[in-house]
Every structure is written in structure tokens, then in C-alpha cells.
């Protein structure tokens, strides 16, 4: 007879805080040694011991720096991973910045690993219970940045995408997993919160580079073709797009200009931007990305100068599974009776959970114990229990309430979601950016 789903839960749930000084330090540790996307071989290296300790079994090193692990269970089928993510993003006056990269774990990444690892102790306690299969899998580069230095890799051949669950996905890293869970940092709420289900936009990466002429900016102006007019007069036609877009698709379109000139006193010939071109849906994505790029090539054409247009595979637009979603909210309500739950709010910025969305069912719940803007100086944890415990339980609940009474639930949510592969993932992004030309 197996054990009710009650006492298992309870009995994970214990293990999680008995671990909890270990977890904590562990969360807190990784916010003071913060790396970039891609770069994070210091982190990778911690989850990879911490996966070894915790007695995790083919533990690999995916997408150069990621890492995934099995956890052993009873039984077999159908498996479930459960997601941390390992990068750090770029706000050089945090605090705890890194000195040299400017990289600081302000969006929480940090305790999503904390999480990740916590929900292995407490699913390891009842791992013998338990159908299926459970993966850990601490994934690199979800800040969709240094967009240079990822695009050398990838022309070196080192990376077929610039986000780190797109590059997994490319290499099979989730061909063996059939759902998967994370929770994500929630800022400046008022008390316990968590929001289930929310849906997230998805966008297109891009590098635009103007090329003019240059010239004696004091002596001779009139003999060159100023680039960064151009660049600057895109931007106005850009927001002069802004008007066109609906409110319902969300667009956003956010460039910066990473390169203005060489010389104060040469006119500028060589002038690059990066930009994102959010939406809510791809449709939205490609329509967007069409009028960047017209007002780009206008505002080029207008000046004399020329503009080379990249457009890079961003992110899709989230969509995550109700069933889970409905598991997590119940055991939040059940962990946290006074907790504020809400389904269905929108997530703030774009996350490469998205990608994994299309493949596979798939959650991403917010959960509080933050204070300070995202991406800022001011982000950080105000509440230890709340930031790094409470998800491992929730996310340890759900997984035993998935895999449980023989992978009955799993099973379910597998079967009635239809299946992607990595072929058909790789097409889908080849649409989306010749749709914006």
C-alpha cells in the first residue's frame, strides 16, 4: 500500500528544514560570487559538488556550463525536471556586484538554486515512493545579454543559441524530460505571495550596426556620412512606430545604442545598437520586428549612410500548464494558510521558459521574500525562509503530488499535452525571423 501524498510531503518537507542552514548559505554564497550567462563556471562547479553530495547520479555538463543530474526513484516512465538557473544579470552599482563584470544576481537566480536543491533533499527523503523519473537541472545564460560576446561563441561553434534552455534544447538536454517545473523571485509584495499561471511575452534579439563615413569632425564634417544621426534618427522613427501597436500584444521595443562613435573629433562611422521587440504573442513579435527594421533602414537611407540589420532568436512568449499550476497554488495554500495566491497575473519580463513551453508542459510561479526593482542596485532578500524554503517545498509538493500514487497525475498532464521536438522548435524560430524582414 503507498504512503498517503499527505505524509509524504510532510516527510520532505521536514528534510528541507532540517537542511535549511545549508541551503541558505549555499543561496547566499552564490549572490556574493555572481557570473554571467555562460560564464558561470564557478557557480556550475558549486551545483555540480552539491548534486554529488546529495547523491545525484549522471550528472552532466550541458550547454558549457549548465549541469543536470538524476535523482534515483522507484520507479520509471514519465519524468519531471526540476529547473534552477545559474546566471547573473549585469547591474554594476549593486552592492554585491562583481567588480570586473558588473554581473549581480538581481533577479533572484541565486535562490532559485538554493530551491532547486532543497526540493532534492526533500524529494530524496521519499524518493523510494515515488513512479517516474526526477531530473535537476541548474541551466546557464537565461539573461539574455552581452549579446557580442554570446554571438563569438556561437560563431566559433561553441553555441547554437544565445539562451541557455534554447542551447539545451539544441543539444538534446531535454529530450529525456517530459515536464518541468522553476519558481521564479517576486519583489516589493507586501506579504507572502505567490502567483501561479502567468503568462509572459516573448521577443526577438537584435543588432543593428550603421556605417557611415568619417570625417574631421571640427575641420571637415561635410566630408562624412555621420553614423550615429542615423542610429539617432531610427530611434525617433521607432518611436514614432509606437502608436501602431496595440495595446493588447504588449509590444515593447527597448534599443541602446553599445557602440556611439570612435573620436570625439571624427564623425562617427560605426555605430551599433541592441534592441529587443517584445510581445505577447509571435504574431505581434513578427509585426513589430518588420516596422523596427523599416525605421532602421529609413532612417539609414535618409542620413546617407548604410545599417546592417541581425536578428537573433529571443525568447517565446510563456505559456504554462494549468494542471500543474493548479498543484502548486493548492500546496501553497495548504504550506502557507495566510498567503496571498493569485492565478493568471502577468509576468514582468521574458524568460527562456517560454522556449521550453512549446516543447513540454511546463510552470513558472512567482513567490515573494524580495525587496527593490529587478535588475537593480536595490534588489535583495528580505525574507531567507520565504525566498529559498518556501519554493523547495512547494516545488518538492507538486512533484510529489505528480509523481505519486504511480506517476497517475504525470501521466495525465504528459499525455494530453501533444509533444515538440527540437526540430520542430529550430523551424518555429526560423519563421518567426523571416516573417520580420
Not at 502557507?336 to 521574458?350: I, N
Not at 497517475?408 to 504528459?414: I, P, S, Y
Amino acid at each position: 500500500m503507498s504512503t498517503p501524498a499527505a505524509q509524504l510531503k510532510q516527510a520532505a518537507c521536514a528534510a528541507i528544514d532540517a537542511a535549511a542552514p545549508q541551503l541558505t548559505a549555499f543561496g547566499e554564497d552564490i549572490f556574493r560570487h555572481p557570473e554571467p550567462g555562460y560564464q558561470e563556471q564557478r557557480t556550475g562547479g558549486k551545483v555540480a559538488e552539491a548534486f554529488r553530495r546529495l547523491g545525484l547520479v549522471q550528472i552532466t555538463r550541458p550547454a558549457l556550463t549548465g549541469v543536470k543530474g538524476w535523482l534515483p526513484t522507484a520507479g520509471d516512465g514519465v519524468s519531471l525536471a526540476v529547473i534552477g538557473e545559474l546566471d547573473a544579470v549585469l547591474s554594476p552599482q549593486h552592492p554585491c556586484a562583481d567588480p570586473v563584470t558588473g554581473a549581480a544576481h538581481a533577479c533572484g537566480h541565486h535562490a532559485q538554486l538554493a530551491a532547486m536543491l532543497g526540493a532534492a533533499v526533500g524529494l530524496r527523503a521519499v524518493a523510494s515512493q515515488l513512479d517516474g523519473r526526477l531530473c535537476f537541472l541548474a541551466a546557464p545564460a537565461e539573461e539574455y545579454i552581452q549579446i557580442g560576446y554570446r554571438s563569438g561563441l556561437q560563431q566559433a561553434g561553441k553555441l547554437r543559441y544565445l539562451g541557455g534552455k534554447q542551447q539545451l534544447i539544441a543539444e538534446g538536454a531535454f529530450d529525456d524530460i517530459d515536464m518541468a517545473m522553476m519558481v521564479h523571485s517576486e519583489t516589493d509584495a507586501p506579504g507572502a505571495h505567490v502567483v501561479v499561471n502567468g503568462p509572459a511575452g516573448g521577443f526577438i534579439g537584435k543588432t543593428l550596426r550603421f556605417i557611415g563615413k568619417e570625417a574631421h569632425a571640427g575641420g571637415a564634417p561635410w566630408l562624412g556620412i555621420n553614423a550615429l544621426n542615423a542610429a539617432s534618427l531610427a530611434i525617433q522613427a521607432i518611436n514614432a512606430q509606437r502608436e501602431t501597436f496595440r495595446d493588447c500584444d504588449a509590444v515593447r521595443v527597448h534599443p541602446i545604442i553599445t557602440k556611439g562613435g570612435d573620436l570625439v573629433n571624427t564623425v562617427p562611422a560605426d555605430v551599433r545598437m541592441e534592441s529587443y521587440v517584445r510581445a505577447a504573442n509571435v504574431e505581434a513579435m513578427q509585426d513589430a520586428n518588420g516596422k523596427v527594421n523599416r525605421a532602421a533602414r529609413g532612417a539609414a537611407w535618409a542620413i546617407g549612410a548604410r545599417v546592417e540589420i541581425q536578428d537573433l532568436p529571443g525568447y517565446l512568449p510563456l505559456a504554462q500548464n494549468e494542471t500543474m499550476s493548479r498543484l502548486f497554488a493548492q500546496n501553497a495554500q495548504k504550506l502557507m494558510p495566510g498567503a496571498r495566491v493569485d492565478s493568471g497575473l502577468p509576468f514582468c519580463g521574458s524568460t527562456d521558459m517560454g522556449d521550453l513551453s512549446y516543447l513540454m508542459p511546463v510552470i513558472q510561479p512567482t513567490v515573494s521574500g524580495f525587496a527593490g526593482a529587478l535588475h537593480s542596485k536595490d534588489f535583495h532578500v528580505t525574507d531567507p525562509a520565504l525566498a529559498y524554503l518556501v519554493p523547495a517545498k512547494l516545488m518538492a509538493m507538486t512533484a510529489i503530488d505528480l509523481l505519486g500514487d504511480a506517476a497517475a497525475r504525470a501521466r495525465a498532464v504528459r499525455d494530453a499535452a501533444p509533444r515538440r521536438t527540437a526540430a520542430q522548435y529550430g523551424r518555429l524560430w526560423e519563421e518567426i525571423l523571416a516573417g520580420g524582414q
